[in-house]
C-alpha cells in the first residue's frame, strides 16, 4: 500500500515537470524574451533589495531571493509569465516572523513552506485557489499596501526602526523619533524617488524609473557626501554556499503555524499573479498545480542560499508581459542580470542609500491600490464592501493570513445568508378541477398543499420549520418536493421533525416529487421511512391530492366524489396544483 502510494505520488510529480513544450516556447522569440528579462531584472532590483531590507534579513536575502527563487521558478511553474521572487505581501508576514524566531526561524519557515507548496501540487490543490472571493482579495491588496508603506517610515525619516512588529506601534514610533531629531536628507531623498517613479509611470509607464531614480539619488549621495543618507552596507560579492546549518529540528514544532501562514500567501499570491498574467495576454493558460509545483521548490532552495521565501510577484510579472515576454526565457533572464549585478556590482550596489529603496517602495505600495476596482467592489453590493473594508482593516490590525480566514469566513457566512434566503415555502392552490363549491370548501378546509422552492440545507432548514409548524384547522398537508434544489442532513432531520410534529397533532402528511439523487439523504436519518408512511409518498402531485381525498373518505371527513369529479388532475394541470 505504501509503495503504492509513493508511485503514485512520483507518477503526479512526473506529469508536473517541465516537457519539450516549453523548451520549444522559449525558442520561439528569444531576442524578444531576452530584452524583456533585462526590463524586469532593471525594475527587480529595487524591489528585491528593498523588500529583503524590510524583510529583516538584509538587502543580500532580497537579491538572492530573487536569482534563485526568481530562476527555479521560471523552470519549474506553471506559468510562461511569471517573475518570481521577494514581494511585499511575503514581508508583511515575515517581519513578526523574524522578530519572534530571528533569521534562522524564518530561512527554516521557508524550507517548511516549500515542502507544504510541493505536497499541494502533488494533491491537486491548484484549482480550489480560484474559490476565493474578489472582495478578499481586494481587501487583503489595500491592506498590505498599507503596511507595506508603513513599513518604510522609519527608513523614508532616516531613524532607526523602533524595535516591535506592530507596525501601527512601530510607526508610530518612528514619527516620535523623527519629530525629536528631524533629518530632512532621507526624506527628501524617500519623497523625490517616490515622486520620479508616480509621476514616470504615467507619462511613460514603459521606462523602468524607479531604477533611474535610486542610480540619481546614489549618485548625489556620493557626491555630495550627505551625512543624512545611510547606505544599505557592505553586500557579499556573490551567493553564499549552499547549507543548511541554520535548520533546528527540535524548532519545527513551533514553526509549523508560520510555515502554513507562508505555504497559504505563497500559494494565493503566486496563483493570482499568474492569473492576472492570462488576462494580460491572449493564447496564455497557467497551470495552477504546477505552479505550486515550482514555487514550492523555489521556496525549498532559496533558504539553502539565504534567501527569505518567495511568491510570484505582481508587478514584476505585470512589467515581463507589458514588454512583449513570451516564454519562460524572459524571467530567467532577469534572474541571470540579478545574479551577475550580485557578482560584479556588489560594491556599487552597496551605496544605495536606504531612504531611496523607500521611496520605491511607498510608491510601490501606492501603486498597488486600484482605486477603480476598490469603487467597483465597494459599490456592488453591501456585502461585498463590508468584506473588503474588513479584510482590509484585519490585514493592518491583524496579520494577512487572520485577515484572509477572517474575509472567507465571513464571505462565506454572508453567502449562505443569501442562499438561504432563497429557500421559499409558498401554499399553493390544490386544483382547477370542474367541483362544486362545496367540494372546494371541504378541500380548502381539510387538504393544504405546500411548495418548497431553493435549498433545504442547515441555513434555512428552521425557518422553514418555524412556517411549517404553523399549519393549523387541516388534515392532510402535502408537501411537493419537486423543486428542492438540494438537502443536507440538517434539512433532512428538520423535514422529518416537521412530519412527526403534525403526526401528533393528527395532520397526514403526504409527499411528491421527491428527486432520486435527494433519497439519499433523506434515508440516512430516518426521513425517507417516515415520509413512505403507509403510501404517504407520490411521484407527481396530482396522485398525491388523489391519495388525500382517499385518505380522508376513509376517515370520514370527507364524502366519496362523484365519478367525475374524483378523476385525477391531469399532468397538465400539475404545475398550478403544487
Known sequence: MIAGAIGRAWARIVVLLPGRADLAEMRRDPRRDLLAGLTVAIVALPLALGFGVSSGLGAEAGLATAVVAGALAAVFGGSNLQVSGPTGAMTVVLVPIVGRYGPTGVLTVGLMAGAMLVALAVLRAGKYMQYVPAPVVEGFTLGIACVIGLQQVPNALGVPKPAGDRVLVVTWSALEASAKNPNWTAVAFAGAVAGVMLIGARWRPTVPFSILAVIAATVVAQVAGLDGAKPIGDLPTGLPAP????????????????????????????????????????????????????????????????????????????????????????????????????????????????????????ATAIRMVEVGSLRAMAKATRSDALILVLTAVATLALDLVYAVIIGLVVAGALALRAVAKQARLAQVPLDRGDHSAEEHALLAEHIVAYRIDGPLFFAAAHRFLLELTEVADVRVVILRMSRVTTIDATGALVLKDVVEKLNRRGIAVMTSGIRPGQRQVLDSVGALGLLRLEGREYATTPEAIQGARTYLECAGVMPPLPAQASRPVSEETEETVG
Do not use: C, Y
Not at 508581459?321 to 552597496?350: E, K, N, Q
Open 243 to 362: 547549507s543548511l546549518s541554520f535548520l533546528d529540528p527540535g524548532a519545527l514544532g513551533s514553526l509549523l503555524a508560520p510555515a502554513v501562514a507562508v505555504a497559504a500567501l505563497a500559494a494565493l499570491e503566486s496563483l493570482l499573479s499568474a492569473s492576472v498574467a492570462d488576462g494580460m495576454t491572449v493564447g496564455q493558460q497557467h497551470d495552477p498545480d504546477r505552479e505550486l509545483f515550482g514555487q514550492g521548490l523555489a521556496n525549498i532552495a532559496a533558504p539553502l542560499f539565504g534567501g527569505v521565501p518567495a511568491t510570484g510577484a505582481i508587478a514584476r510579472t505585470a512589467v515581463n508581459v507589458r514588454t512583449g515576454a513570451g516564454s519562460r526565457l524572459a524571467a530567467l533572464t532577469h534572474a541571470a542580470i540579478l545574479a551577475v549585478i550580485v557578482f560584479a556590482a556588489a560594491p556599487l550596489v552597496s551605496r544605495i542609500p536606504l531612504a531611496a529603496l523607500a521611496g520605491v517602495l511607498l
